[in-house]
């Protein structure tokens, strides 16, 4: 496998659409694997329809372990040609203002990964020389290989920036897009609108393929790639398990790591998808898990389906293991608030989510546990990511109470401290996202804590 990194200066320069397009063209010839930096969901959605393979997250915040991030990258390669990553914000943007604290940067140095810098032209020409050569000079350990110029105005405006950054950094200039309104992609509060959901998704991806082969020197790229033929061990010896888990899949709830259905399926796990929109009632299984993803563009729907909100509600009573990240937090609270309009939900957890104008939360964070839980013991800690546009609130006078307490650190100062995350009976809910992956030990004792339930008397 060859492998490349497309990063860009900022968000919004571009990075995303150039990525798309060289999977698409690579993807006419070549077997393609694809990945992104940090904890994104909507990125590998688009990743995975165009290339067949799922999409895999990289983040060294996650999985902090080198040879996990190692074994991530290469696990099931063999027949692939092109391992080509999308990086997370701008080339140097991380947690703070360490450019080596979980960046696209940093990555690049730990996996040896040649990087491609997207940069936006709009506005500018000559200027695109010194804001190449900044980010070369910057951390001459990054090996930044080419450039593709985006938002081109035409071409005699891309051959005035190629040709400053010619005289004045030497840096092979690859080609560039054209400005073309017609093939962006919509955006909500997490980032881009999921795939699934955009109007002539697959055209806008093609026009963008016609494009990147029209203006950019595809065999250039390919050229500049890495060879990487390693075999890494698993660092994670699952164990093997019998369970049957009901994972919920459709447009309300849809964000989960590849490589995490990946490891349950490796313990021997079969994972049986259901719909808490459209399936009246729920599959025969041993455990529910629900991603996150977006229940209040859908929670009229998800209201009205009353006898999969039962069949969830009786699920937890018989005291069989649910667990949940985020959207699925809000589903199996009382209600869900969007706007003026109040709808119900599951009721296991005697709480009530409400949609807030601006995000709440947002970013890396340790999660300690201040009782035994699905995730951890008491006192120990894990990582996650949270990111969400909504409050959970518990009910009055309620004895539910939160079992993680969570830390922000930026800079090895605390930011910020909150609390979150509860368990009733089985039924375990945070707005967390975590990676099976972080250590060795996580995900055997939460398939072991499942097991426990389901042959509890």
């Not at 509060?189 to 002539?200: H, K, R, S, T």
Request: proline share 4%; charged share 20%.
């Amino acid at each position: 496998m060859k492998k490349l990194l497309i990063a860009g200066t900022t968000s919004g320069s571009g990075k995303t659409t150039i990525t798309l397009g060289l999977l698409k063209a690579l993807s006419e010839a070549h077997q393609v694997q694809a990945y992104k930096i940090g904890p994104d969901y909507v990125d590998t959605k688009f990743h995975t329809r165009i290339t067949g393979r799922p999409s895999r997250n990289i983040d060294s915040f996650l999985t902090p372990d080198d040879p996990t991030l190692n074994y991530l990258f290469t696990e099931n390669t063999q027949d692939v040609d092109f391992g080509i990553v999308e990086g997370v914000m701008g080339l140097y943007d991380g947690l703070g203002s360490d450019k080596d604290a979980f960046s696209t940067s940093s990555i690049a140095k730990k996996m040896s990964l040649p990087v491609i810098l997207v940069i936006d032209a709009h506005g500018i020409s000559t200027s695109a020389a010194a804001l190449v050569k900044g980010y070369l000079d910057f951390d001459p350990k990054v090996n930044i290989c080419g450039v593709i110029v985006n938002n081109v105005m035409g071409a005699s405006h891309y051959e005035l920036v190629k040709a400053a950054i010619d005289r004045y950094v030497k840096i092979p200039v690859l080609g560039y897009l054209p400005h073309n309104a017609a093939v962006s992609l919509p955006s909500r509060q997490l980032g881009l609108v999921p795939d699934d959901e955009v109007m002539q998704v697959d055209q806008k991806i093609s026009e963008v393929a016609e494009e990147m082969k029209a203006h950019v020197d595809i065999s250039l790229i390919e050229h500049l790639a890495r060879d990487d033929q390693r075999v890494i061990e698993s660092p994670v010896a699952p164990k093997t398990s019998s369970l049957t888990v009901g994972i919920a899949k459709d447009d309300a709830f849809n964000f989960y790591y590849a490589d995490n259905l990946s490891l349950l399926k490796q313990s021997g796990i079969r994972l049986v998808p259901f719909s808490p929109i459209k399936d009246a009632h729920l599959p025969d299984v041993d455990v529910l898990y629900f991603g996150g993803g977006y229940p209040e563009e859908f929670a009229e729907q998800l209201s009205k389906n009353q006898s999969m909100l039962k069949d969830v509600r009786q699920f937890s009573l018989a005291g069989k293991p649910i667990y949940a990240e985020c959207g699925g937090l809000m589903y199996l609270g009382q209600h869900l608030k969007v706007g003026e309009e109040n709808y119900e939900m599951v009721g296991v957890l005697d709480g009530d989510s409400e949609m807030t104008s601006r995000l709440k939360r947002f970013g890396y964070c340790y999660a300690k546990s201040l009782k035994t839980n699905q995730l951890a013991a008491v006192n120990e800690t894990v990582v996650g990511h949270e990111f969400h546009h909504s409050v959970f609130t518990v009910n009055d006078g309620d004895q539910l109470k939160p079992v993680l307490k969570m830390t922000k650190v930026r800079d090895q100062q605390v930011v910020s401290e909150w609390t979150g995350g509860f368990q009733v009976r089985n039924t375990f809910a945070s707005y967390l996202h975590i990676h099976f992956y972080q250590n060795k030990t996580l995900f055997n004792r939460l398939v072991t804590q499942w097991e426990a339930a389901i042959h509890a008397d």
